[in-house]
Every structure is written in structure tokens, then in C-alpha cells.
């Protein structure tokens, strides 16, 4: 990403299905965002700290820089993010719309391009290879059915 990135037009595309946050989420997690937010996001990217990623994004309509704390994993050429609060929130369609953001993980910086939303149904095998048992566990009680698959880019 560079400085002279523009905002994104607002565009919807009639591919994507939207997906919302499970109730438990929307109930239990969503409040708890307050607290645990400023938390996670002080150790999220960092080395030795896997749990929690950075994303470094673009406002799809301002042009502003965010960062936000997500989990993530490194799978092959790919990075895998759990859509805990689905597919509509302003970090996913800032990525969607911009086409590539950075991933802060472990300590390491990746740049990733060309992100989707997959069907954690349609992709067990590819999560099962980069989430343990307790994750995958997790994700189910959260209600999770997306993912975002971005592709590492080549430097």
C-alpha cells in the first residue's frame, strides 16, 4: 500500500453474500469488544504472540489508514482469517475494496492480495492445516462460516 492510495468507490457485489455475526457473537463477544479490543491489539502481530494478527488497511471511502486486531494464519502462500463477525464489517469490505492489505503476524510483515470469502464448510481441509483442535472448536461455538483467504504477494 502506498501513501497515495485514493478512498475506494463504494461498490456491492452481488456475489458476496452477506453474513452477520452469530447471535453468541452479536450477545457476548460484540460487548466485550470494548474491553478486549485495546488488549488484543497491543500484542496482536507481535512476535511470539501467534493468537493475533494487524491488519493494515484503507478506508474504502476515506482514504484513512486503519489497523485491526484479527486472528490469522500463515497456510502455504496464503493467510486465512476467521470472519468472527462475518463478512460486513468495515475491515473486510475496506480489504475487499482496496484488493490487498498488510498482515502483521508473528512478528513478520506480508503483504496480501487478492482476498476472498470462503465457506468454512467447503474448506475444512485447509483450515484443519492451519487452526489446532481447540481453534477449530472455538470457531464452530462462535458460529463461524466464513473466512478471508488473501494470497501472499511476491516481493
Wanted: aromatic share 6%.
Amino acid at each position: 500500500m502506498n501513501g497515495t492510495t485514493q478512498p475506494h468507490r463504494r461498490t456491492i457485489d452481488p456475489a458476496v453474500v452477506p453474513v452477520g455475526p452469530s447471535l453468541f457473537v452479536r450477545l457476548v463477544m460484540g460487548p466485550m469488544t470494548k474491553i478486549l479490543n485495546p488488549l488484543v491489539a497491543m500484542l496482536a502481530g507481535r512476535r511470539h504472540f501467534p493468537l493475533a494478527a494487524r491488519i493494515h488497511h484503507v478506508g474504502r471511502r476515506t482514504g484513512k489508514p486503519y489497523v485491526t486486531s484479527v486472528g490469522a494464519r500463515v497456510q502455504g502462500a496464503a493467510v486465512l482469517i476467521p470472519l468472527t463477525f462475518g463478512n460486513r464489517s468495515d475491515w473486510t469490505r475496506n480489504v475487499r475494496a482496496a484488493g490487498q492489505c498488510s498482515v502483521q503476524l508473528n512478528g513478520k510483515l506480508y503483504q496480501a492480495v487478492a482476498p476472498q470469502f470462503i465457506d468454512a464448510a467447503h474448506v475444512e481441509p485447509l483450515i484443519r492445516g492451519a487452526f489446532g483442535p481447540v481453534q477449530r472448536l472455538a470457531f464452530r461455538l462462535l458460529g463461524i462460516q466464513q473466512f478471508m483467504q488473501l494470497q501472499l504477494a511476491i516481493r
